[in-house]
């Protein structure tokens, strides 16, 4: 496997923040979520491609968050929080859609094997 970005347009600090941010199982909704956009909905690899699938995550990750019914206050700042997440996945998708392709993207495959490995 290459641990190459050099064909790939992100930047190395998005490894990082992949790796240091999501917990494994993220990591794979990360990956899964990044297979449907490249190989169904003919997204294009990109820093926006990234930035979709992450906060695509971390939207998920709320939804399995469940604050008991008497905390207000977290229930109030999970409802913010959410809102700000889900605005980022629309633009992300919606600058995602402009340049979308007729077929998938031919650096997919590398763009996941590049978040696939751990180092």
Excluded at 76 to 84: A, H, I, P, R, T
Aim: charged share 35%.
């Amino acid at each position: 496997m290459r641990n190459d970005l050099s064909d790939l347009p992100l930047r190395k600090e998005l490894k990082g923040k992949f790796l240091r941010d999501l917990n494994p199982s993220e990591r794979l909704f990360f990956l899964k979520k990044a297979k449907e956009a490249i190989l169904l909905k003919g997204y294009q690899v990109s820093e926006d491609l990234f930035h979709f699938c992450y906060y695509s995550t971390l939207l998920e990750r709320f939804r399995n968050i469940r604050p008991h019914l008497d905390e207000g206050v977290l229930r109030f700042l999970l409802v913010e929080g959410k809102k700000e997440v889900e605005e980022e996945v629309r633009a992300h998708e919606a600058r995602l859609e402009e340049t979308k392709l007729t077929v998938p993207d031919k650096k997919g495959a590398q763009f996941i094997e590049y978040f696939t490995e751990q180092s």
